[in-house]
């Protein structure tokens, strides 16, 4: 099992920045790579940023320029900075550790990976 647990989220204005963290504990080492996603109201969970166990990034298209992912192995903490934010970043951001029966970008997996249990970041315009 893991814990997820992120922190850092609030109210910021458009065109601010925040810094999302996310601390794991439990059996880190079976996981793959940890990621951050978001779900805004009304819409469907989504990637925001990957870091693979080889440090490979991924960004999502909206996000990329607009965000920097980092992982602290040694602390088992993923770190997301949100700059430039804008009303439709407005969401719940999510900390997940994917696993080896889940794949970061393919959302019919995402029921095998482990899930924080997300923090509100609201930007308001």
């Known amino acids: 099992q893991v814990q997820l647990v992120e922190s850092g989220g609030g109210l910021v204005q458009f065109g601010g920045s925040l810094r999302l963290s996310c601390v794991g504990s439990g059996n880190i080492g079976s996981l793959t790579g940890m990621g951050w996603y978001r779900q805004a109201p009304g819409k469907s969970r989504e990637l925001v940023a990957f870091v693979s166990n080889d440090g490979r990034i991924t960004y999502s298209d909206s996000m990329k320029g607009r965000c920097t992912v980092s992982r602290d192995t040694g602390r088992n903490a993923l770190y997301l900075q949100l700059g430039q934010v804008e009303p439709e970043d407005t969401a719940v951001y999510y900390c997940?550790?994917?696993?080896?029966?889940?794949?970061?970008?393919?959302?019919?997996?995402?029921?095998?990976?482990?899930w924080g249990q997300g923090t509100q970041v609201t930007v308001s315009s």
């Open positions: 997940s550790g994917q696993t080896k029966g889940s794949r970061f970008d393919v959302p019919s997996t995402w029921a095998y990976a482990y």
